[in-house]
């Protein structure tokens, strides 16, 4: 067992005195968060820990790079020149090594698999961004007591909350709970940003992230930068569920695809919901080379488990399979030109590449084996079967083949075994291929389970080349056409499903977001104390939460004492309403005696008049959701969407939901008012 303070789980903190804070704090939350583990004792927890420090070394590296650059474009001593020249020197080697070594972990895919004594071509994870802690006590607390004019010092329970649940997100479990904890925490961002994060003002908070590849440390001050690394993460954690799975069974198998296929949706959805990002890992030219990463690694379990369910002696199966196998070689083929593209091309690791171009070549043999025992293993096709198996041949290959026609090639045994035989030839071809540029990477040299499952393919074409070689075979091999791309089940991309995790507005207590939100400004709240006349107080109300003040009637008790139209009433003697409903309210003022009802009241500025409010109230409802700043995931995707695949369009609005937690503005109530 690695010592406590070399387990720290910190995402790049400095020092070791935020080391051991990050340590108490994951302490803390792991105990009361489900889904948290920040300690397990596993190998892909000790990776973590192991990229953690070496994005610090980086950022030490990349610090004293950047003033020694500074030192020697000021100077103009030459011998302090070559002194800072020859430290560059010394500091881009160590970045160098570093970024190696960090290549090297982000390669290290076996920790990531399942523990399963199967044989399985190993699956590509990714690893979490790790972050620093942020202290968003101080921040908060002052914003509550300029905007909000509440006491912070009765929200800081709220805050630490909030805070601990952040801390708890940047270690979660590698299985559903530790999801959870993510969309937890990304849908609570959502409250975070419209209270505390006013479109014309910053908080003055940065966010710290380390690209997950090159450990990069970025830091912005846009709250989208927050919520587009989770999301990031949320992705990453899904490839590490898929890989883990044991895919010698069905239910792993199906597991596993419904795992890389959300990876897929949670990277497809960051690329079109967010843009601008500082990290590579985040940028629109690695996350198409993400997403289709996923999909060929779900399109290989779809092989995987065809593999599983069909008949192995079935002459139509078999056929299938070779299809399916040129479909997973056809969707690396695609993966592989994506890796090589300029902007992606010294961004990915070269383990990653050449592993990609391996399992290309890999299925590509697979291919041309299982159309070869197709052809020799099977009997020759009967007259009842050939018309079907004519169908499924004219389809199977890109050209036909050279030859006799397809129903003496079909029925005459020898001439199967002929094409069978070409088949095998070209699947030996692209065995020996795919080990050679397996051969070329130091990595994935190391890689015991790839080098079983490449040796083990080759074997048995070479077994099968021998079985159906005779001596007297004078006739040249002819060249076998490829096989025709073809899938039983095409690869989902399945965008994150928001509402999956319910979460309730940790500050809930500062009223209902349709008015109490960051972009909002109101005049200082109003006491008015009323006493009722002969015809009431002289107002009328509408809504609820909070209860507007729709109407004031001229010389009225209400007009007397202050209140306007497009008043909100907060309290009413001293009992605070923001979250009352309409019959709450008027039951407090029915309930006053003789000394009258003091109420307290706010104005939004901007909104003054019942037509103004009418608007103000209108937009809330329609709006409030909208994210202007960034793209980013309206409040009807996040809370209350019924679809897991829905993407938003920018110049779309969301419409609040009747069901809306938050409260409902007064104008999605009715028109139904009373005088008061």
Not at 155 to 161: L, Q, R, T, V
Not at 476 to 490: F, R, S, V, W
Request: net charge neutral; proline share 4%.
């Amino acid at each position: 067992m690695m010592p406590p303070e070399e387990e720290s789980p910190a995402g790049g903190g400095e020092g070791d005195g935020d080391s051991g804070l990050v340590l108490l704090q994951a302490l803390k939350s792991s105990s009361t968060r489900k889904g948290c583990d920040p300690f397990a004792q596993t190998q892909r927890s000790k990776l973590q820990h192991r990229r953690a420090r070496i994005n610090q070394q980086i950022n030490k590296e990349m610090r004293m790079r950047a003033g020694a650059e500074n030192l020697f474009r000021a100077t103009s001593n030459h011998k302090v020149k070559e002194t800072v020249a020859l430290e560059l020197s010394y500091v881009n080697s160590n970045l160098q090594l570093l970024k190696e070594e960090l290549e090297e972990l982000n390669s290290s895919v076996d920790v990531y698999q399942n523990e399963s004594e199967s044989i399985s071509v190993p699956m590509i994870p990714l690893g979490l961004k790790e972050t620093k802690e942020l202290d968003l006590l101080v921040p908060l607390k002052d914003f509550i007591s300029e905007h909000y004019g509440e006491e912070s010092i009765l929200f800081e329970k709220e805050i630490k909350e909030f805070m601990e649940l952040r801390q708890a997100m940047r270690t979660p479990s590698r299985n559903e709970a530790g999801l959870e904890l993510l969309m937890e925490y990304y849908n609570q961002l959502y409250f975070l940003d419209s209270r505390f994060f006013p479109p014309t003002k910053s908080l003055g908070v940065f966010f710290h992230w380390y690209d997950s590849l090159t450990g990069v440390p970025s830091h912005q001050r846009a709250l989208a930068f927050e919520k587009g690394s989770v999301l990031f993460n949320i992705g990453a954690l899904h490839t590490q569920i898929g890989a883990r799975q044991d895919r010698a069974s069905l239910p792993g198998l199906n597991q596993a695809i419904d795992a890389f296929q959300k990876a897929a949706g949670a990277f497809n959805y960051l690329k079109e919901n967010f843009s601008n990002a500082p990290s590579l890992d985040m940028s629109a030219a690695s996350l198409n080379m993400l997403v289709r990463l996923m999909v060929a690694q779900v399109q290989e379990c779809v092989f995987e488990k065809m593999t599983l369910l069909r008949a192995q002696h079935d002459f139509l199966a078999r056929l299938q399979l070779a299809q399916e196998a040129a479909r997973v070689e056809d969707v690396y083929s695609l993966v592989h030109q994506t890796m090589t593209q300029a902007h992606v091309k010294d961004y990915v690791p070269f383990s990653w590449t050449t592993m990609v171009q391996v399992k290309s070549e890999h299925f590509k043999a697979l291919s041309h084996y299982f159309a070869a025992i197709a052809l020799c293993d099977c009997p020759a096709a009967s007259d009842a079967e050939l018309p079907e198996q004519e169908k499924a041949f004219i389809q199977f290959h890109v050209t036909m083949p050279e030859g006799p026609s397809l129903r003496i090639l079909l029925q005459d045994p020898e001439e199967r075994r002929k094409l069978g035989k070409a088949h095998l030839k070209k699947a030996i071809m692209k065995h020996e291929e795919a080990m050679r540029i397996h051969g070329l990477c130091k990595i994935l040299r190391k890689m015991d389970i790839l080098q079983e499952v490449l040796s083990f393919a080759h074997k048995r074409s070479l077994s099968k080349y021998s079985e159906i070689d005779h001596e007297e075979d004078f006739f040249e091999t002819g060249d076998a056409p490829d096989i025709h791309p073809k899938t039983h089940q095409k690869p989902e991309i399945k965008s994150p499903n928001f509402s999956q995790v319910k979460v309730t507005d940790l500050f809930h207590r500062l009223g209902p977001l349709s008015v109490f939100s960051a972009k909002n400004k109101w005049y200082p709240a109003r006491r008015v104390h009323l006493m009722r006349g002969e015809n009431g107080f002289g107002f009328t109300l509408r809504g609820d939460s909070p209860v507007l003040i729709a109407g004031v009637i001229p010389g009225g008790c209400a007009a007397e004492a202050g209140l306007k139209e497009g008043d909100y009433i907060i309290s009413v003697n001293g009992k605070d309403c923001k979250w009352s409903k309409h019959a709450e309210v008027v039951q407090l003022l029915k309930s006053t005696g003789e000394e009258g009802v003091e109420i307290t009241v706010i104005t939004l500025q901007g909104s003054e008049g019942p037509k103004a409010a009418d608007k103000k109230s209108a937009a809330m409802s329609s709006g409030s959701g909208m994210l202007k700043s960034n793209k980013e995931n309206s409040r009807k995707s996040l809370m209350n969407s019924k679809s897991a695949s829905t993407l938003l369009v920018w110049s779309k609005k969301s419409k609040r939901s009747k069901k809306s937690t938050y409260g409902v503005p007064f104008t999605a109530v009715g028109d139904n008012e009373a005088m008061y």
